[in-house]
């Protein structure tokens, strides 16, 4: 079973940063790809950014691109998500996942297991 923790959640104001972490368990962490979404109140569910199982390729939302960094150090088994000049509509809970299959995802269902997530709020 995999258990994944986020954290580094809160409150900051638009123009702030934030980083947030996701603590991975019971698999090899470094064999998959990893991924962050998010999901305001009232939306779906979207992607944010994932990363390859070695750290050498990423991909973003196209709208985040040039804010927000994706990263991983495999030897603490955790995966990063570095928000940069955040803004008011960046507000939403922000989770993590791991897919099992081969290849990156970008949707929902390309991943197999979740976080609960953590709460961003940036506030004007």
């Known amino acids: 079973q995999v258990q994944l923790v986020e954290s580094g959640g809160g409150l900051v104001q638009a123009g702030g940063s934030l980083r947030l972490s996701c603590a991975a368990s019971?698999?090899?962490?470094?064999?998959?790809?990893m991924g962050w979404f998010r999901q305001a109140p009232g939306k779906e569910r979207e992607f944010v950014a994932t990363?390859?199982?070695?750290?050498?390729?990423?991909y973003y939302a196209e709208s985040l691109k040039g804010r927000f960094t994706i990263s991983r150090d495999n030897a603490k088994n955790t995966v990063y998500l570095q928000m940069n000049s955040l803004k008011p509509e960046d507000t939403a809970v922000y989770y993590c996942?791991?897919?099992?299959?081969?290849?990156?995802?970008?949707?929902?269902?390309?991943?197999?297991?979740w976080g609960q997530g953590t709460q961003v709020t940036v506030s004007s």
């Open positions: 996942a791991l897919r099992v299959l081969y290849g990156l995802g970008v949707t929902p269902s390309d991943y197999g297991y």
């Open positions: 019971g698999r090899t962490f470094k064999n998959y790809n």
């Open positions: 990363i390859t199982k070695s750290g050498s390729n990423t």
